[in-house]
Each structure stands twice: as C-alpha cells, then as structure tokens.
C-alpha cells in the first residue's frame, strides 16, 4: 500500500531564515505531487504541483519554489521567510484524480 | 476556469439529526467529486467520492449525490455522532491539468 511522508512535524523558524520541508511517498512510481499551504481556519491553497521528475507547476507567485529532484521525492523550499508564511502545508499525492494527504508540517514564522 | 461554491459555512445540528453540505461548479466538462473530512490539526482525509455515471453512493451514514444538469452535488451524513464534528471540503478534478478545485469548507458542529 502507498505511504507519504513528512517532516518535520512542526518547526518554529526567525522571519528571514531559510525553509526545507520534504515529502516522500512510498508504494507507488511517478505520482502526481502537490503542496499546499493552509492558514489558520481556512482552506487548501494549492502552491505547487508536479507530474515528473523536474516538472513543476506553481499557482501563486511568492517566495517559495518547489523541487523534485528523485520520482517520490517533492521539496519546498523558501530563502528568506515572511511572516505570511506561517500556516499548515500539506503535501499530496495523486495516480489519477484521488488525492492523498501527508500528515502535514505545522511552520511558525516569528 | 471551475469555480466551486460549498454552503453552508458552519453548520450545526443536534445529535442524532441529519446534516447536509452543498456545493455547486461551474464546469461541466468535470467528472469526479470527492469529499474530504479535516479533524482539527490533522491531514484532510477522503470520505466518499463520486463520479458522473452515477447520481448517487452510501457509504453506511454518508452518502453523495450528483446533479450533473444543475451542476451541484451534496454530502449527507445521518444519525451524526460527536465524531463527525471537524470541516468538510468537497472538490472537483480537473482533467486538464490533475487539479482538485476545493470548496472554501464547512464547519460541521455536533450538539450533545
């Protein structure tokens, strides 16, 4: 069966530090990747996607990119961190239109 | 583009009663809608979806229906029980480009 994965769990960083976050899905080859940020009491704000390797689609110009350097691999990255990009950010995973979500990391920009 | 409209935004009821969720596309050329519960600080998790060669699918207390001509399709959970209390999104795929289009959610509160 597929898993996905994230971390880290939780992560409380200074505005202007830099952001890693990594998702990993197991059980299945070339998945539809996506990244999706979610403020406090809101909805799912789709940031990035992926259909391959080295194919990403972004939705919302911003600080953040996205890489997907290995077929089950998906990164989010950002250089310097804004205070509006405090929130939940979940990664999915897709092999056709069902989505599947990754226990999320909850990111603090103080 | 689809456009998803999902009503009401809070929506309490007492337990035991029924609790029904709407949302409404603009797309017609869209062909699956699924539905997805979020427990507070948790993952959204799919709960019933369905496709447009059907009007409807159970799923013991939930179920979903689809009206492909009106372009609406609904969520109804019975005999609702304290655990059903979370939001509710529904979404519909897009085939263009392997996108859900999300409804902005409904707050489902359960009244002992």
């Known amino acids: 069966s597929q898993t996905i994965h994230q ?33 406090a009491g809101r ?12 194919q990403i689609s972004s939705e919302v110009p ?13 990164i ?6 804004l205070l509006s990009d405090s929130g939940f950010y979940l990664c999915a995973w897709s092999g056709g239109d069902t989505q599947y979500f990754g226990p999320g990391t909850r990111l603090t920009v103080l | 583009g689809e456009n998803v409209e999902q009503h009401p935004s809070t929506l309490s009821v007492q337990e035991g009663d029924s609790a029904v969720i709407k949302c409404t596309y603009s797309d017609s050329a ?43 399709f609904s969520l109804h959970i019975t005999e609702t ?11 519909v795929f897009m085939d263009s480009n392997y996108q859900l289009i999300w409804g902005a959610g409904t707050k489902l509160i359960i009244k002992p």
Do not use: M
Request: charged share 20%; glycine share 6%; hydrophobic share 35%.
């Open chain 1, 7 to 39: 971390w880290p769990a939780t992560l409380v960083q200074p505005v202007g530090s830099p952001l890693s976050l990594e998702c990993t899905v197991e059980g299945t080859s070339n998945p539809n990747l996506y990244w999706y940020r979610q403020a």
């Open chain 1, 43 to 54: 909805g799912l704000q789709l940031l990035f996607y992926s259909v391959g390797i080295g």
């Open chain 1, 62 to 74: 911003q600080n953040l990119s996205a890489s997907r350097p290995q077929d089950r691999q998906f």
């Open chain 1, 76 to 81: 989010l990255s950002s250089k310097k961190l």
């Open chain 2, 30 to 72: 869209s062909n699956y809608f699924p539905w997805y519960k979020q427990e507070l600080g948790k993952r959204p998790q799919l709960i019933i979806d369905i496709r447009s060669n059907v009007g409807e699918k159970k799923d013991q207390r939930i179920a979903v229906t689809l009206n492909k001509t009106a372009k609406h």
């Open chain 2, 81 to 91: 029980q304290p655990e059903d209390s979370a939001v509710y999104f529904c979404a």
